[in-house]
C-alpha cells in the first residue's frame, strides 16, 4: 500500500541553525500539507502546497518557514533560522485531491530537536 | 475556546470493555475525521465520515452534524488498542475554500489486560 515517508526521523539541530525536513507524497496525490506538534500539545496546520505554490498557511508559517517540491517526488521544509520553539514533530500529510474532507494521508513524522 | 473539543481527555479501561471517545465541534464542517497516534507518534486515519456512522472491525464512528458531535466506540476492547484517539475536522468555509485539518487534543487510551 503506498504510505507517505519523510526523512529524516529524528533531527537534532542548534537554535539558529538551518534544517530541511523531507517528505516523499503518495505518487498519485497532488496536495501536499505539513503539520506540527509540540511535545504534550494538539496538531496544528502548517501550510498547504498545490500546483508548486502555498494554498493556505497558517499564522505560525512566518517568514522563517518555506515548502518547495524540488522535483517530482519530493516535498520538503525549510527553517531558516531555528529557534528553542520550533521543537516539535512534524507531520507531513498528503490527498488525492484539495477538497474541504479529502481524506490525508499522514507520513511517521519527523522529530525536530533546536537545542 | 478551542474549536475541537474531545473527551474524557484519558481513559483506562479493561480488556473487553466497551469504549467511547466523544468530540464536539463548533465550526461548520465538511467532514470529520478520527485518527489514531501511537507512541513514537505516526498518525493513522481511521474513518472519515460527514454524516451517520461508519463501521471497520470493531470500531465504529458515529456523526451528528445537527448536534455538532461524534463519538468514537471500540467494542472488545484489546490491550493492542491502546493509542491516542484524535478527532479532527475539515472546517467548511463560506465564500472560500480550504482543506486543512482542525484537531482535538486527543484522548490517550490505556488498555489493561
Known amino acids: 500500500e503506498p504510505e507517505v515517508t519523510q526523512t529524516p526521523s529524528h533531527q537534532v539541530t542548534q537554535m539558529g541553525q538551518e534544517v530541511i525536513l523531507r517528505c516523499v507524497p503518495i505518487s498519485n496525490h497532488l496536495y501536499f500539507y505539513w503539520y506540527r506538534q509540540i511535545l504534550g500539545q494538539k496538531v496544528e496546520f502548517l501550510v498547504s502546497?498545490?500546483?508548486?505554490?502555498?494554498?493556505?498557511k497558517s499564522e505560525i508559517f512566518d517568514d522563517q518557514f518555506s515548502v518547495e517540491r524540488p522535483d517530482g517526488s519530493n516535498f520538503t521544509l525549510k527553517i531558516r533560522s531555528t529557534k528553542l520553539e520550533d521543537s516539535a514533530m512534524y507531520f507531513c500529510?498528503?490527498?488525492?485531491?484539495?477538497?474541504?474532507?479529502?481524506?490525508?494521508?499522514f507520513g511517521p513524522g519527523t522529530r525536530l530537536t533546536v537545542t | 475556546k478551542n474549536e475541537v473539543e474531545q473527551s474524557p481527555q484519558n481513559l483506562t479501561a479493561q480488556e473487553g470493555e466497551f469504549i467511547t471517545i466523544n468530540c464536539s465541534y463548533s465550526v461548520g464542517i465538511s467532514a470529520l475525521h478520527w485518527l489514531q497516534q501511537h507512541p513514537g507518534g505516526g498518525i493513522v486515519s481511521l474513518f472519515m465520515?460527514?454524516?451517520g456512522k461508519k463501521k471497520h472491525g470493531r470500531l465504529i464512528a458515529t456523526i451528528n452534524i445537527q448536534e455538532k458531535h461524534s463519538s468514537l466506540h471500540i467494542t472488545a476492547s484489546h490491550p493492542r488498542d491502546s493509542a491516542v484517539y484524535i478527532c479532527?475536522?475539515?472546517?467548511?468555509?463560506?465564500?472560500?475554500?480550504?482543506?486543512?485539518?482542525?484537531f482535538g487534543t486527543g484522548t490517550l487510551l490505556a488498555v489493561q489486560p
Open positions: 479532527a475536522v475539515s472546517p467548511q468555509w463560506y465564500g472560500g475554500a480550504t482543506n486543512k485539518l482542525i
Open positions: 502546497f498545490y500546483n508548486n505554490e502555498i494554498s493556505e
Open positions: 465520515l460527514s454524516s
Open positions: 500529510a498528503s490527498s488525492r485531491g484539495g477538497e474541504s474532507g479529502d481524506e490525508q494521508y
